[in-house]
C-alpha cells in the first residue's frame, strides 16, 4: 500500500479527520505492548494513510501532534515507548529543526522522517540532525512497517549509500580538547551517542558490535566524569564537536 495515494483512503471518510485530529492533545494510556506513533504532518490524510498502513501491526498506537516543539516535548514525556514519525516539510517550522528539539530534550527518542522527497544529501541531513531512519512516501506498506519496526528496535534505516556516507564522514572534525581525554574511536562513539543514537546503530555504522560500543560508552563516561547522556550532550556542545 501507497501511504501517500491520499485517494486511496477517501472512503474511509477522511473529509472531516482534520477538525478531529488537527488540534486535539492526546493523553496516552500506558500499555508496555504498545508503541505511540507520533504523527507529525499537517496533512491529515496522510496521518490516515499511515493508519490504514499499520492497521495489521497490533503493537503501534497512531496519535496524530501538531508540529509544536513545546507540544511534543510533552507528548513524549507522557509515554516511554514511542516513535515519532516527522514529515521534512511542514508549514511552520522545519522537519530537521524539530528533529534536533525533539533529539536535544529527549535523547533516546526514535524518530523516523519521511518524505516525497528522496536522495542520499536528504537522508544524511536527516541523519545529522538525530533523526534513525527515512522513508520516501511513496514506501509500501511492508516498507513503511519494516522501517518503524527497524527503528523502533534500535536499528537505523536509511540507504545503503547514505549509511557508506556517514561511516566515512564519521569522527572526521575536530575533536577540540577531548582529543586528550578520549581515544579517536571514543570520540566517534562519543558524538554519535550525543545524537541519541543506540548501541546496536553506532555499531551498524562503524562496523563493530554493540557490546563493544557499551564498553566504549563505559570508558567515555568514566574518562569524561559524566553520570549520563545529559550531562554528556552538554559537556561535548561546550566543545563544539556535536
Known amino acids: 500500500m501507497n501511504f501517500s495515494q491520499h485517494d486511496r483512503f477517501s472512503k474511509y471518510g477522511l473529509e472531516g479527520s482534520h477538525a ?22 499537517d496533512h491529515p490524510l496522510v496521518e490516515w494513510g499511515i493508519r490504514m498502513a499499520t492497521a495489521s501491526a497490533q503493537e503501534f498506537r497512531i496519535n496524530c501532534c501538531p508540529a509544536n516543539p513545546a507540544d511534543i516535548v510533552k507528548m513524549l514525556g507522557d509515554t516511554n515507548r514511542a516513535l515519532v514519525m516527522l514529515d521534512v516539510s511542514l508549514p511552520d517550522s522545519d522537519g530537521f529543526d524539530l ?67 556517514l561511516a566515512r564522514g564519521a569522527g572526521t572534525h575536530g575533536h577540540g580538547g577531548l582529543e586528550q581525554q578520549l581515544s579517536a574511536r571514543e570520540v566517534q562513539v562519543a558524538k554519535l ?49 556535536v
Open 20 to 41: 478531529e485530529h488537527g488540534s486535539e492533545q492526546r493523553t496516552f494510556v500506558h500499555d508496555a505492548s504498545v508503541i505511540d506513533v507520533l504523527v507529525i504532518d
Open 99 to 165: 528533529a534536533r528539539i525533539i533529539r536535544k530534550r529527549h535523547p533516546s527518542a526514535r524518530i523516523l522522517m519521511y518524505t516525497a522527497h528522496s536522495g542520499v544529501d536528504m537522508e544524511v541531513r536527516a541523519f545529522v540532525a538525530g533523526v534513525n531512519g527515512f522513508v520516501s512516501k511513496s514506501a509500501t506498506q511492508e516498507e513503511l512497517l519494516s522501517a518503524m519496526k527497524r527503528v523502533v528496535s534500535g536499528a537505523m534505516h536509511f540507504s545503503t549509500e547514505a549509511i557508506g556516507r
Open 193 to 241: 551517542l550525543a545524537q541519541g543514537r543506540s548501541n546496536q546503530e553506532i555499531g551498524q555504522l562503524l562496523h563493530i558490535s554493540a557490546k563493544t560500543v557499551s564498553v566504549h560508552k563505559h570508558n567515555i563516561f568514566s574518562k569524561l566524569s559524566v553520570a549520563n547522556l545529559r550531562q554528556l550532550i552538554d559537556l561535548l556542545e561546550s566543545e563544539i564537536i
